[in-house]
Structure formats: C-alpha cells, structure tokens
C-alpha cells in the first residue's frame, strides 16, 4: 500500500502557498492548507500527514502553537515538520528547534529547494 503523501502547509499567503503546491502536486503529494489555530486541530483530528510545512513568519497562524501541539502528543510528534523564517530572526530560529523542528532553512533556501528539502526529511 501506497504512503499516504499529504503534506500540511502551514502558510497563508497564497501567491508562496500556490508555489509550494506547484513544487509538490506534479510528484504526487497532496497538500492540505492550514490558515489557523483552529485548522490545525481539525486537520489533525481526521489526518496522520505525511510531513509539515510551516512558515515560522506567519503573523496569521501561531507556529510556535502549532509546532507544540504538533510535538506534544502522539502520533504527531513523529510527523517531520520543515519550517522556514527570515534569516535575520536568531530567536525564531532559536525557538522553533526548542520545540523540536526537524528542519528550519532561511526563505530563500525554501524557495529555492522546496521539494529537494523535504524529501531529505522523509
């Protein structure tokens, strides 16, 4: 049987949302968009995700909160999160390992590696 390929993506702005999803659909993934708090605990409530994509710059969705419930319980706690943030913002990327990131890479990276990133983690 197949593994389930869907990815949550933890960002709101909707021109990077649309250029991650350009990056995964054609190798077969399926993406499930988070806009809020909310989200996260009904996505998770009926998903076992593949991985997570999360922007830890998105003043729209609390990453840190999301990467909390994410790490604190099983299942989730097993599920690879790839996270990026500005490369200047020393306590995100502080912060965001803290809570048990797998992986956090500068804007600039993600954009440029999308996929190539997260296939490293899975």
């Given at each position: 049987m197949e593994q389930d390929k869907t990815i949550l993506v933890g960002v709101s702005d909707i021109f990077f949302y649309t250029k991650i999803r350009d990056a995964f659909?054609?190798?077969?993934?399926?993406?499930q968009r988070v806009k809020t708090q909310e989200d996260w605990q009904e996505r998770l409530a009926t998903l076992q995700p593949h991985a997570v994509i999360l922007n830890m710059n998105d003043e729209r969705l609390d990453a840190s909160a999301a990467l909390r419930l994410l790490k604190g319980k099983e299942p989730f706690?097993?599920?690879?999160?790839?996270a990026f943030a500005n490369h200047e913002e020393v306590e995100t990327w502080k912060q965001a390992k803290e809570l048990g990131i797998n992986k956090i890479v500068s804007r600039n990276e993600f954009s440029a590696r999308t996929l190539a990133l997260l296939e490293e983690l899975t």
């Open positions: 659909l054609p190798h077969g993934y399926t993406l706690s097993q599920i690879p999160v790839l």
